[in-house]
């Protein structure tokens, strides 16, 4: 079997632990523009992995100039919660992109972030060295999860694998589940760090379900057995 040589991670809830950071960002954004956060907290936790900005189209229905006011204050609320420190990397995660990348495969991290809310996880994390390369929804033109726009970028701009079955993709949400099936991935990975447990993330096409991350290097290994 051909080796897996590119695996495209989620961050938060699959490489970063930001303990529920995601639903205060969003309280506080909804609180903000005067709305009640209660009324829309299950459709943002139905949808995480999602790009945000998709995620306020939605809940304030299809009116743009208040979903970009919401996603500024989301980020603006999350980016503050990143620089008072409350977010870490998901244990043995670090560890476990160090040995995927010691296995000769290159590693993508990507988010449903601005990319200016990534760039600070990754600051706050001292990650930015870390791997190859980080995406975030702009940089795939402008669709995120569950679209496999940022998967297919990660192969373009990598050119680490010379077919989608060679793809790794891993993350803690039915959208991660869904873009990595979506983009042809040999193995698409669920992580039960994060927001989805077992059972969603195989209604969404998870074709493995780990612990955590950790575990991945593993699997891949095993995989090509």
């Known amino acids: 079997m051909k080796k897996q040589n590119l695996v495209v991670l989620d961050m938060a809830g699959t490489t970063v632990a930001d303990d529920g950071l995601v639903e205060q960002a969003f309280t506080a954004a909804a609180g903000h523009l005067g709305e ?66 010691d296995q000769g495969r290159t590693v993508v991290l990507t988010t449903g972030f601005a990319r200016v809310t990534q760039d600070a996880i990754l600051d706050a994390l001292g990650w930015r060295d870390l791997v190859e390369l980080t995406l975030c929804p702009a940089d795939a033109g402008g669709r995120g999860r569950p679209y496999p726009d940022m998967v297919l970028a990660a192969l373009l701009r990598t050119g680490a694998v010379d077919d989608v079955r060679r793809l790794v993709v891993a993350g803690d949400t039915s959208y ?15 992580v039960l760090t994060g927001a989805h447990d077992e059972a969603a993330l195989k209604e969404h096409g998870a074709t493995h379900v780990l612990a955590s991350v950790a575990e991945l290097p593993g699997l891949i290994r095993e995989y090509e057995a």
């Open 36 to 101: 009640d956060p209660a009324t829309m907290i299950d459709y943002v936790r139905a949808t995480m992995g999602e790009s945000k900005i998709s995620v306020f189209r939605h809940l304030f229905g299809g009116d743009e100039a208040r979903a970009q006011k919401a996603n500024l204050a989301f980020e603006a609320a999350y980016g503050e919660l990143v620089a008072d420190g409350l977010i870490a990397p998901v244990p043995g995660a670090a560890e476990a992109i160090a040995a995927l990348r």
């Open 176 to 190: 991660d589940m869904l873009s990595g099936v979506r983009a042809g991935a040999g193995i698409v990975a669920g």
